[in-house]
């Protein structure tokens, strides 16, 4: 049996309300700034090139699933991802962060049934072994304690690999994943200590934000349809998405 448990924040709690707030009393905005992003045609919004000032980078790495992650944020408010498993590019894009929400949704998954496994034939194993060292029998015991150990600890690092958080940021007004992070027990802290940063980094980008609503809305949709043609989404998400924020003009 799987347990999947959904939670709206990591260890230590933050909402979008307290990252924003935060920024407000520590961020100061230069007078006339102009928050950048990729330009689609069609659109009433800013025009610019391509983000070029390099703020922070880091990587995450989920060793038992062969995973990694790495972060390159702009200035202008865009973090380019390059995602890799077991050394191989699978993706590389931007996202552009005030069109995302702030705070991430956390899958936590414990795999029981392996987990349960694991103690059963570890618990055979030991009790083979004891018989065998206690009596006549260990021509057939010990063969026997040696198969409960060996299933012991396939099933143990079955639930080491299917368990841990799978971690989402999606969009603000569309509600699509745009961001997945896998997150294993070897790697939980990692990732929860990074979590944060990335929450104030969309938080810092949705403060610059100069768009009215529904200017921002329509620049949102249009990015679902970057996202979608450049296969970070699917159509059913990219049409969902805009079904979702087509609601918000009543």
Not at 42 to 59: A, I, L, M, R
Not at 60 to 70: A, F, H, Q, Y
Not at 163 to 190: D, H, N, Q, W
């Amino acid at each position: 049996m799987a347990l999947d448990v959904t939670a709206e924040t990591l260890n230590q709690p933050f909402t979008a309300q307290d990252i924003v707030k935060s920024l407000k009393s520590n961020l100061k905005v230069p007078e006339g700034f102009t928050s950048e992003h990729i330009h689609i045609s069609g659109d009433e919004t800013d025009s610019s090139d391509k983000p070029t000032v390099v703020g922070k980078q880091f990587t995450l790495t989920n060793r038992v699933r062969g995973l990694r992650t790495e972060f390159t944020f702009f200035d202008e408010g865009f973090v380019k991802i390059r995602e890799y498993k077991r050394k191989k590019l699978l993706q590389a894009y931007m996202l552009e962060l005030r069109f995302l929400n702030p705070k991430p949704t956390v899958i936590r998954r414990l795999v029981m049934q392996s987990l349960w496994t694991a103690l059963g034939s570890g618990g055979a194993a030991a009790i083979c072994w004891l018989i065998a060292k206690w009596t006549a029998l260990d021509a057939y015991m010990i063969p026997a304690s040696i198969v409960f150990a060996t299933s012991a600890i396939v099933a143990f690092l079955l639930f080491i690999y299917q368990s841990g958080e799978k971690v989402l940021f999606i969009t603000a007004s569309g509600k699509v994943p745009v961001l997945t992070l896998l997150a294993s027990f070897s790697c939980l802290r990692r990732y929860r200590s990074i979590m944060p940063e990335i929450s104030r980094a969309v938080g810092a980008a949705i403060l610059r934000n100069t768009l009215e609503e529904e200017p921002y809305l329509r620049a949102e949709m249009q990015d679902h349809y970057r996202l979608r043609s450049g296969g970070v989404i699917t159509a059913k998400a990219c049409a969902t998405g805009t079904s979702r924020i087509l609601a918000r003009f009543g």
